[in-house]
């Protein structure tokens, strides 16, 4: 029974060890993989951009010149998006392509009203060739509660973009893909990155749970010895 109370707490030790080891790999490969996604998207986005009809086949962040057809009055805000502290929307409006795709067009960030008003409608023009970068829908992040767009109309305020919800209401077949608007704006704010986690907040958790693999370690070789140490020897004589 005494090599069992010995035994349980290294064993115990070792899972925490290959678990927090484990995770602080996970988190490691995570930052190497969100290292290239940067890289490939600074490669991508700093190229001359293209004059395409169509989105398909293009890479994601492929700059490019495309026309534009943006439907009336459908106007849909990403809500809870901060710019340099500052809480603000993005603003999406559904487009047909030249293919009679349909994509949803992101004009920028403005930031809202002290009372989150929405910013004033800009004036833009209907039909015009614009200059973009192609990229993936923007994931949710975490989603509390449900997106129900049936009691909204435009505009819509939402806390993440859901496709086939919003491709429901408005009744359209939406591409996966979006266009972020590249001009230059007196009326939004369009500095665009991939919508992910750094790479050093993962680092930083990797490196977290390497610390407690080490501590972890520490305890367990410490309990271990202790529990060796108080192990009664072979002649040793009892009490009397």
């Known amino acids: 029974m005494n090599w069992l109370l010995r035994i349980i707490p290294l064993a115990a030790g070792l899972a925490l060890i290959a678990l927090f080891v484990n995770l602080g790999n996970w988190q490691s490969e995570r930052a190497a993989f969100k290292d290239r996604l940067f890289a490939d998207f600074d490669a991508a986005s700093s190229q001359p951009p293209s004059r395409v009809g169509s989105l398909e086949g293009l890479p994601d962040y492929s700059p490019v010149e495309i026309d534009v057809a943006l439907l009336p009055d459908v106007r849909i805000y990403l809500e809870n998006q901060l710019v340099a502290g500052r809480d603000g929307v993005h603003l999406y409006r559904p487009a047909t392509l030249a293919d009679r795709t349909v994509v949803l067009v992101n004009f920028g960030w403005q930031p809202v009203g002290q009372r989150r008003e929405l910013p004033p409608i800009p004036d833009v023009q209907p039909a015009a060739t614009v200059a973009a970068l192609v990229a993936p829908m923007p994931p949710g992040g975490i989603r509390?509660?449900?997106?129900?767009l049936t009691t909204q109309t435009s505009p819509f305020r939402v806390p993440w973009l859901d496709r086939a919800q919003l491709a429901s209401r408005l009744?359209?077949?939406l591409a996966p893909q979006i266009l972020l608007l590249t001009a230059d704006s007196d009326v939004f704010v369009r500095e665009w990155r991939p919508v992910t986690m750094e790479a050093d907040r993962h680092r930083g958790y990797a490196f977290?749970?390497?610390?407690?693999?080490a501590a972890v370690s520490l305890f367990t070789v410490w309990g271990f010895w202790r529990a060796l140490l108080?192990?009664?020897g072979p002649h040793r004589a009892e009490s009397s």
């Not at 977290?208 to 693999?213: E, G, H, I, P, V």
Request: without cysteine; proline residues 6%.
């Open 230 to 232: 108080r192990r009664p």
């Open 208 to 213: 977290q749970w390497y610390a407690l693999a």
């Open 171 to 173: 009744n359209l077949d």
């Open 144 to 148: 509390l509660g449900e997106l129900d």
